[in-house]
T-cell receptor
Framework: KAGVTQTPRYLIKTRGQQVTLSCSPI?????VSWYQQTPGQGLQFLFE???????NKGNFPGRFSGRQFSNSRSEMNVSTLELGDSALYLC????????????FGPGTRLTVL | GENVEQHPSTLSVQEGDSAVIKCTYS??????FPWYKQELGKGPQLIID?????GEKKDQRIAVTLNKTAKHFSLHITETQPEDSAVYFC?????????????FGQGTTLQVKP
């Protein structure tokens, strides 16, 4: 089975722009969670989607949003980028929602200049 | 609030020695505790996980123990090899239990010297 894929792998944007990141979960997995990883704050939960519904949201500003499609693929969007948004954005998929095993993708490295 | 403390932040061992990483969680309702290994330029890879109805779990050279009363859990790696060198993260599930939110520790950089 193919693992979790994320596109693009690397992205450079400037302040004020917006960005959309994509995640394709493992085949058959219906839950997708997003995390932000930075050296200072570590791994922080952004949000989780299951069956196209947001199940939980972390403590991030409204500039961070996401959605899930009927094929379980997910996208996250960050609007009005700030320098502090530079991070590795990780997507994890699991079979169902809840305390189910999560498998991570390789991440998208976002650099905001 | 929700918190997972992980120690030590760095750990250096000789090849063949054992390595132990410890984590403490704050929310007594947490019921799922995975451990991830992250190598440079890659996403975290699940190496072992444990649920709150189990006290210990082993998988070859890796074991995890859970003490629910003390709210801490530990990762044990025996017979370490240079390829075990990486950053290790512990995590705890965050209620409500019907969502997949994980709270991560700050990570432990393990260096195994040949």
């Amino acid at each position: 089975k193919a693992g979790v894929t994320q596109t693009p792998r690397y992205l450079i944007k400037t302040r004020g722009q917006q960005v959309t990141l994509s995640c394709s979960p493992i085949s058959g997995h219906r839950s997708v969670s997003w995390y932000q990883q930075t050296p200072g704050q570590g791994l922080q939960f952004l949000f989780e989607y299951f069956s196209e519904t947001q199940r939980n949201k972390g403590n991030f500003p409204g500039r961070f949003s996401g959605r899930q499609f009927s094929n379980s693929r997910s996208e996250m969007n960050v609007s009005t980028l700030e320098l502090g948004d530079s991070a590795l954005y990780l997507c994890a998929s699991s079979l169902t929602s809840g305390s189910d095993t999560q498998y991570f993708g390789p991440g998208t490295r976002l650099t905001v200049l | 609030g929700e918190n997972v403390e992980q120690h030590p932040s760095t750990l250096s061992v000789q090849e063949g020695d054992s390595a132990v990483i410890k984590c403490t969680y704050s929310d007594s309702a947490s019921n799922y505790f995975p451990w991830y290994k992250q190598e440079l330029g890659k996403g975290p890879q699940l190496i072992i996980d444990i649920r709150s109805n189990v006290g210990e779990k082993k998988d070859q050279r890796i074991a995890v123990t859970l003490n629910k009363t003390a709210k801490h859990f530990s990762l044990h790696i025996t017979e370490t090899q240079p390829e075990d060198s990486a950053v290790y993260f512990c995590a705890a599930s965050s209620p409500p239990s019907n969502t997949g939110k994980l709270i991560f520790g700050q990570g432990t950089t393990l260096q195994v010297k040949p």
